[in-house]
């Protein structure tokens, strides 16, 4: 049986918000057995919010949590992190409404967790194991779920663009897979979309930096992690969206074309349909692995 786990210490770093550009504290703190992934914003009191399906409030770029009108953004690729290192337990404390974007990536979340430590609480970990398939298609979108004895996720996409035709990418999501082949894939987006967003005084904190930038002819960044780095992302976005259903999901995720919004709208399906999953507890598959290489700048960390 596999027990939960939470960190070792709190962690704390400071980076910029995508959307404000305004600088964020971020801290990762232990927290008890079943108490989840909160988020806590520390600029306007001590209110809560839990990173689950019910407190989904919207969709802008990014993923948007609420709870009693206190909200937080761009939560996925910190979720991801945590999910994939498997920390069930957990407070986030923000000093504004941003996740800080970092480097576009999940990577120095990953960093951040890594130098905490993880420890195990006395408590059993539940798994969501789907036994029926679940799926969603919006036109040519489409998400579903199947029976798998791993975690695995298949995604492909489709741009027209000379540079990101079609990609299409199958992985088991292990703590050490989700290390080495997703974490560091970063965000993307399009020049054109950049122009648009900053004139809607969005991305206002985007750069090079923190994001791929694909203009009519080639990516506007120095070099890519991955060839297929376009896919590796969406599989990292994907992983953080459906950590809100609250439980490490059993299964094979399958995605073509998705984003924030389908991938959000099917975490919320996946507990409405409870006669395609059930709850079970260990699947031994979950070990303590040793920090590795990561391909992207460590966080500078703050006391
Ligand atoms: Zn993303």
Known sequence: MDSQRTLRRRISCVGI?????NKVRLSLKPAPADFGIRFRRT???DHEVPATVQHLAGIQWATLLACNEVSVETVEHLLAALVSMNIDNVLIELSSPEVPIMDGSAAPFIYLIQEAGVKTVAAPRRYLKIVRPIAISRGDKRIALY???HFKVTYSISYDHPLLRHQSLTI??????????IAPARTFTFLKDV?????????????????????ETGVLNNALRFDDEFVRHKILDAVGDLALVGYPVIGHLVV?????????????RILSE?????????????VLSPALGIKAPAPELAG
């Not at 918000?17 to 550009?21: C, W």
């Not at 088991?172 to 082949?181: A, L, N, V, W, Y």
């Not at 073509?256 to 919320?268: D, N, P, V, Y």
């Not at 006669?275 to 598959?285: F, K, P």
């Open 172 to 181: 088991r999501i292990t703590e050490d897979s989700f290390i080495d082949e």
């Open 274 to 286: 409870t006669h395609a999953w059930r709850l079970v507890a260990g699947v031994a598959d979950a």
């Open 17 to 21: 918000g995508l959307h404000s550009g």
């Open 43 to 45: 600029d306007i009191g």
């Open 147 to 149: 029976p798998s004895e």
């Open 195 to 215: 122009e648009m967003l900053r004139q809607n005084g969005l991305a206002l904190g985007g750069s090079l930096d923190n994001a791929i930038v694909l203009g």
């Open 256 to 268: 073509h074309r998705a984003g924030h919004a389908l991938h959000t709208e099917f975490a919320a």
